[in-house]
């Protein structure tokens, strides 16, 4: 139990210092998915004071009334405040609203001081990008740059004072194969010398997502009505998701993208179909090692020698990743699992939250999954 | 194979004759999961053509269009057409719309001459015990005699113009123990000559029925939300269900009725507790003997030795029920299971039309569940 | 956040005095779900050190390589050891093995001072009442007073070195009724003066449940099987379960008890049709008073306003009731929702276990459930 | 209902003729999923008697014993007698044993003059190549040359004695894909003269599919342990199924293939890939129309206007199509949905036995899917 007692001390150092000094958390869109998984996980976090939750829909109600399972944890009401106050009560926020309504807000939290992490996409993408890609006009007035919040990849979230957290496919995908990506020594371009090329030995990549339900957010739909998901599954935007373009920004590569919803609450699997340039022959150890060293160090990212699966990652930070190089072929096969909500979504908001306010990467994030 | 090659050759004969006499069916309400069950086990029917199908909402697109599924086994456009011309265009309407709608067609269809077999809730109780169950003004000037068409306890809809079909639950609960209430040979009381007291050796059912969610309809809502209802069991209205008041109808014993909706599509089961005036002793094979000979002949209902599966009627208009009897106790546990839409709803109300047109109640409904 | 404030303040407190003294658990069957269960849990209980876990299948192997979602939090490997040692290596010893294997390590783990808490059923019933329902000879020489560990119900499992923990149906059976037949209070009797009649107003009850797959364990069956389950619901042992015993011990009512396993991995949800001696007439109202009084200050049992749902206690130690009281009758609908592993099996044992070891009853076990 | 009725009064015309002559079919292996689907579905078809079902597990049972959802449809038992006599007694045998087995009873079946269908992998691909595939020895002496019964694109079968009929995946994967790499009118060389090259437009396909775990059949595992299945989604042999060398046997192009299980009983959906030569450059209509005329008069094959989906195929012979054309990129994603036990199994078999016995294709077959 190494590391989990190593940081439980962790713990208890902090606090005998710094017991009164609580971060406040605010969490604006706190009744969809994503604000509730961030109630949830933020409730075990013992260094966080959830501070002020929004929810116009039900502004005035307990939080724990609209949501039973929090009750007896939280008895905050939803609030319905301006985003100076919010502000002013919060040492940082969260955004949870959809994209196009989260750039309402960041703008005004950041200029008050209050450090900030969007959940939605108005930060990802440079403005321009965004625009075309979610062919919309982009409010702010400013090209903040945000650091792009996977947390493994950008360890200098710790210094930003606006996170951009990233989709919950893109971070599936991009971990699945950032270490093929990004390795500069593996290129074969290198090897012999040629110049002028692309610095990596993969050629491109078919991302095939398989997704729970729990995506699609808690309002009922066509697509998340029983009859029609249950003994199903169902691709959707199969050729242009917009989740593509956070991909290729972070891989520079030929990305191929096609999401589909399983008939599960949560979890993202995805199969990355890797195809290397046919100079490159490495064997099944020399990409795992390849693997081992560039995660070194990444407490939430979890080498398997054998297949991943949801349930291993079920409410959790964890990202499970396993591999097979096709014999007497050009494909790596690998197969990434995270929660969607949590490493896709909330719990890696709180991860680089913690990198934010100098706490150790796994606070209130350091517990297993539930299997089965 | 026998009963199945029966039928096959009855089929064949009976085409030679009536070829062209095929019976004209209309279906008001052709979009809901009711009408467009009629609509596959009726394509599915030799004797019938769909002359029909209305539906408010996708008047002017093809049937096909709208549900995949059917093309191309039907051609027709949903309609927008009164009344009147459903009549004339048909030998028998079905009346696929909810309770409190049905009442606004079905008097004039009967004026007109067309049968008429009601799949809503609105003639199967006396109008004043509607009115209070359903809390709601009956629209109908007339009292009319519809027949109740639970097909195996009321033959009478052989002669019947308006059959009002069955509920879902108490199709399966009132086979469960229908046995046990009505056959009057087994009352202890004629046996000890007791006078005015309850014919029947049963003083209680506790019917707890679990059904699939497309009993709910196919609009999204919040409990058919896959998040909600996956890994979960719903109970509702569990001390006042409508339904219950057509299983008092027809059993006579003092009801108590809590039905619950399980991550399934189809299918209910239905447990039946029953509990006997303890002056009554029967053994297993007593009881079941009683089964056998109250169901003798009676091609839909299937007396198991064995538990059953909603898997066995899945699709199929059959009632598999199975009992035992409690060891040194007053109750005897009986479970039925059906599929909702079919002899919970469609099927039974073709097993109707069958009879209502002299042919035989398993035309069109004559083969196995869809295992596994 | 109160009561989680306060339990997480005590948590620093009891930390910086006792911070070296850390309860050595033992688990004898921990490759089974109730022994994985105990270990997830007893991974995020800062009081507890886990201490050996056995399995004969497994033995040499890593804990965290047989279930990676264990991974890196155990870093122990199941041992194959002799009783003798697994007293010696711990201060409390859940024994976590079927009934009938139960008996063959308690008499020698409690001779060695080792606390036991029993999770199969061989220390729940009386040795006599145990062999006539279990139909096996008790090994065990002595007729031990274990207490049965319903916490609410036997708060002196605080002085108990023997605790039999209660079976998962029970549980949730058990404590959906409680206060009306143990409140002497409401009584009709003692109100009209009768003598020598059952001290309850509660005259039957029908206990009907559904619980998820996960109870049946961890080896495929026929009933595990996907096909088999999914789209299904399967009753079982519906008139002779050996756990209507216990609820029999516990509520000295008359009680019929039929279980099912639904299509879900956890969760049991119990549909308690309780009757009432007719001479009762209560509001929903009064009832509910009665619940409020007998559970208060017990914080894992939350009285709802609402339907109780399986993700609410999905993970959790909570016992979630709601209930009806159905008009002009005699009945009252009480539901009550349990995760099986956790209220109904490994969390009831390690709360048990904290108030042996004067702990909190909360303590690693106070965190909101899993939803969605 | 046009189609439909043409079948229809085709039966009865033959009825009238031939009625006599009914097709008697052996089933070798009646018990698994793949052997009861055959009895399932061949006792709707009204040219078919079945007249022996073979198992040894079952030897002496009634078929509708052991599965109930067959009663009372079938009154053969299972029987286990010798190669000789399933020959004799029918006109044709479905042998629908593992692969391995298959071989120990083709030969002489196809010796005594008996037709064969072979649901098995046996005699799917030359003796060598199945050898280095399948790593067995293929026992049979003889290269048989087996027509392979992917009945689109395989007519032959209907003057074949021996057809290999094809695997699940393969059924699915080739059809999706079919029109682009058959059509040699698209071939971008010829148009611009290149000798000597692939004539096809298609560089290179990615099929990943997912499949309802009734592929896994009838035995329970740990795979189709619900726990382990629900609320997941589970790759397997990742980089070297089998299955790949079918698919480069129909296709000739380079084919990647990676299963996944998802927690659903039937059904297969598979996700290909497509990239094209970059020379080509087709609209969605261009390629939709390569489709249109390529399956031109396959009633089986329905080329849809918008997504597929498990349901719309459940329980039918039908291969549902959809296509999106990639903008500004060489990838067409081609979605196939089919049921794995009907057009991937046994309903692919019958419609090649209908074509062996000069039947309309469908019959038997005909029939909407079960939704929901």
């Known amino acids: 139990m190494g590391n989990s007692l190593a940081i439980s001390f962790n713990f208890k150092f902090i606090n005998t210092i710094f017991v009164l000094e609580m971060i406040n958390a605010g969490i604006i869109g706190g009744a969809g998915y994503t604000g509730l998984e961030l109630v949830r996980l933020l409730l075990m976090h013992q260094k966080v004071k959830i501070s002020v939750v929004t929810s116009r829909r039900y502004k005035g109600e307990k939080v724990s009334d609209v949501n039973p399972h929090l009750f007896p944890f939280i008895e905050l009401d939803y609030e319905d405040v301006d985003t100076k106050e919010i502000a002013d009560r919060s040492d940082i926020v969260f955004v949870a609203v959809p994209h196009g309504s989260a750039m309402d807000y960041v703008p005004e939290l950041i200029e008050r001081g209050a450090k900030v992490i969007d959940l939605s996409a108005d930060y990802r993408l440079k403005k321009e990008e ?3 890609i979610y062919k919309r006009e982009h409010k702010d007035k400013e090209e903040r740059d945000a650091v792009y919040g996977l947390t493994e990849l950008h360890p200098e979230v710790a210094e930003a004072d606006l996170v951009a957290n990233p989709g919950c496919y893109p971070t599936g995908a ?16 290198r090897a012999c010398g040629v110049v002028g090329q692309s610095p990596t030995m993969v050629k491109q990549v078919v991302f095939d997502s398989k997704s729970g339900i729990s995506g699609a957010g808690v309002e009922p739909s066509e697509t ?8 199903n599954i ?5 050729t242009e998701h917009r989740h593509a373009a956070e991909m290729r920004m972070e891989l520079h590569v030929k990305v191929s993208f096609t999401p589909h919803v399983i008939p599960s609450i949560r979890g993202i699997l995805t199969t990355a179909h890797v195809f290397l340039d046919t100079r490159v022959t490495k064997t099944h150890d020399e990409i795992e090692e390849i693997y081992k060293q560039f995660y070194d160090g990444k ?3 979890r080498l398997r ?10 409410g959790t930070n964890f990202c499970d990743i396993w591999l097979e190089v096709e014999k007497k072929s050009d494909r790596i096969v690998v197969i ?3 929660d969607n909500l949590v490493k896709g979504g909330s719990g890696q908001a709180i991860q680089n939250m913690n990198l934010m306010f100098g706490l150790e990467e796994g606070e209130g994030l350091w517990f297993p999954g539930l299997v089965p």
Do not use: T, W
């Not at 991009?174 to 371009?189: C, D, R, T």
């Not at 998340?224 to 003994?231: G, I, M, R, W, Y």
């Open 336 to 338: 990434s699992a995270i």
């Open 130 to 132: 965004y625009e075309r």
């Open 299 to 301: 407490r939430f990212i």
């Open 234 to 238: 169902i691709p959707y935007q199969i």
């Open 174 to 189: 991009i971990l699945a194969v950032a270490p093929l990506v990004k390795e500069k020594e593996v290129s074969p371009y």
């Open 305 to 314: 020698n054998g297949m991943p699966s949801l349930s291993s990652v079920r």
């Open 224 to 231: 998340s009505h029983f009859p029609n998901l249950a003994e």
